[in-house]
C-alpha cells in the first residue's frame, strides 16, 4: 500500500507517528498499524478522510509520562470512574491524515527522547513561563523535528564526500551544526518566525546559510583579532 500525505510528511502501515498537540491523543508516540482508505469497504466510520489506525502503546513511556497521559484522557472523555493507564485503549485509535506528523527518518535517538519526555520542556517549561501557547508549542515541536530531520539527512550525506571535499565544507558544516543546537536548544520563536519555517522544505539549510553568509565577511576579523589580542594579554 502506497503512502498517504499527513500534517507533515507521509506514513505507510509500520511508520512511526507524532500525534498533534491539540488532538484528544496528543502529543503521543504511535505507529501505524493500517490505513483504511476513504471509499473502500474497510472504511467503516463516519469519517470524510482516511482512517489511520495507531497503535500508541508500543512505546514504554516512563511512569510519570504515563500518569500524566491518564490524567488528560480521564479528563477529556470525562470517565465517571478514573481508568489507569494500563487500561487505556491505545493499541488502535483511529486517526485522520491532519492529527498527525510523520517521524520517517527522524533518529531513533530523538524518539527515545520524545517518548521519554525529554522535550517536554517545550510543552512544560515554556509554556509555564508564558513563551509559548498550545498552539505555538505544537508548531515549534513540529519544527524541531523537521530540523532535527534536515540535520541528520545532512549529516548523513557527508559520508558520501571525499577528505577533501569534507574540509572545503567545514565552515558550511559547522554552520548547519550550530544553527541546529541554537534553535533547538536556545531559541524562543514567534508565530511569525514559527509559520515562515514551517512552511518551506529545509528551514535549517534557509538559516544555516544565512548564518555561514555573516560569519563569512572578512570585515569581522579585525574585531576578532582585537579580541584574542586581548585575551592573550590578560594570560601574561
Same mark, same amino acid.
Given at each position: $500500500?502506497?503512502?498517504?500525505?499527513?500534517?507533515?510528511?507521509?506514513?505507510?502501515?509500520?511508520?512511526?507517528?507524532?500525534?498533534?498537540?491539540?488532538?484528544?491523543?496528543?502529543?503521543?508516540?504511535?505507529?501505524?498499524?493500517?490505513?483504511?482508505?476513504?471509499?473502500?469497504?474497510?472504511?467503516?466510520?463516519?469519517?470524510?478522510?482516511?482512517?489511520?489506525?495507531?497503535?500508541?502503546?508500543?512505546?514504554?513511556?516512563?511512569?510519570?509520562?504515563?500518569?500524566?497521559?491518564?490524567?488528560?484522557?480521564?479528563?477529556?472523555?470525562?470517565?465517571?470512574?478514573?481508568?489507569?493507564?494500563?487500561?487505556?485503549?491505545?493499541?488502535?485509535?483511529? $486517526?485522520?491524515?491532519?492529527?498527525?506528523?510523520?517521524?520517517?527518518?527522524?533518529?531513533?535517538?530523538?524518539?527515545?527522547?520524545?517518548?521519554?519526555?525529554?522535550?517536554?520542556?517545550?510543552?512544560?517549561?515554556?509554556?509555564?513561563?508564558?513563551?509559548?501557547?498550545?498552539?505555538?508549542?505544537?508548531?515549534?515541536?513540529?519544527?524541531?523535528?523537521?530540523?532535527?530531520?534536515?540535520?541528520?539527512? /545532512?549529516?548523513?550525506?557527508?559520508?558520501?564526500?571525499?577528505?577533501?571535499?569534507?574540509? &572545503?565544507?567545514?565552515?558550511?558544516?559547522?554552520?548547519?551544526?550550530?544553527?541546529?543546537?541554537?534553535?533547538?536548544?536556545?531559541?524562543?520563536?514567534?508565530?511569525?518566525?514559527? &509559520?515562515?519555517?514551517?512552511?518551506?522544505?529545509?528551514?535549517?539549510?534557509?538559516?544555516?546559510?544565512?548564518? /555561514? &553568509?555573516?560569519?563569512?565577511?572578512?570585515?569581522?576579523?579585525?574585531?576578532?583579532?582585537?579580541?584574542?589580542?586581548?585575551?592573550?594579554?590578560?594570560?601574561?
Amino acid at each position: $500500500m502506497s503512502k498517504i500525505q499527513v500534517y507533515i510528511g507521509e506514513v505507510g502501515c509500520g511508520d512511526f507517528v507524532f500525534s498533534r498537540a491539540n488532538e484528544d491523543y496528543g502529543l503521543l508516540i504511535g505507529q501505524v498499524k493500517t490505513i483504511d482508505r476513504l471509499g473502500t469497504p474497510e472504511h467503516d466510520t463516519d469519517n470524510d478522510t482516511d482512517d489511520i489506525h495507531v497503535d500508541f502503546s508500543v512505546f514504554d513511556y516512563p511512569s510519570q509520562h504515563k500518569d500524566e497521559i491518564a490524567e488528560r484522557l480521564n479528563r477529556i472523555f470525562a470517565n465517571e470512574e478514573f481508568v489507569p493507564f494500563v487500561d487505556l485503549a491505545l493499541d488502535d485509535v483511529i $486517526m485522520g491524515p491532519d492529527m498527525l506528523v510523520s517521524l520517517n527518518g527522524v533518529s531513533n535517538e530523538l524518539i527515545y527522547e520524545l517518548v521519554n519526555g525529554s522535550a517536554a520542556h517545550i510543552f512544560g517549561d515554556a509554556i509555564e513561563e508564558a513563551e509559548y501557547t498550545i498552539e505555538l508549542a505544537e508548531k515549534v515541536t513540529m519544527l524541531i523535528l523537521l530540523l532535527t530531520m534536515r540535520r541528520d539527512e /545532512y549529516l548523513k550525506g557527508l559520508l558520501e564526500l571525499d577528505h577533501e571535499r569534507i574540509v &572545503d565544507a567545514a565552515g558550511m558544516i559547522s554552520a548547519v551544526v550550530d544553527t541546529h543546537f541554537y534553535l533547538t536548544e536556545h531559541h524562543t520563536f514567534t508565530d511569525e518566525e514559527a &509559520d515562515a519555517f514551517l512552511s518551506v522544505e529545509n528551514p535549517l539549510k534557509e538559516v544555516a546559510q544565512s548564518w /555561514y &553568509d555573516r560569519i563569512s565577511q572578512s570585515d569581522d576579523f579585525p574585531y576578532a583579532i582585537t579580541d584574542a589580542v586581548r585575551e592573550i594579554k590578560k594570560t601574561e
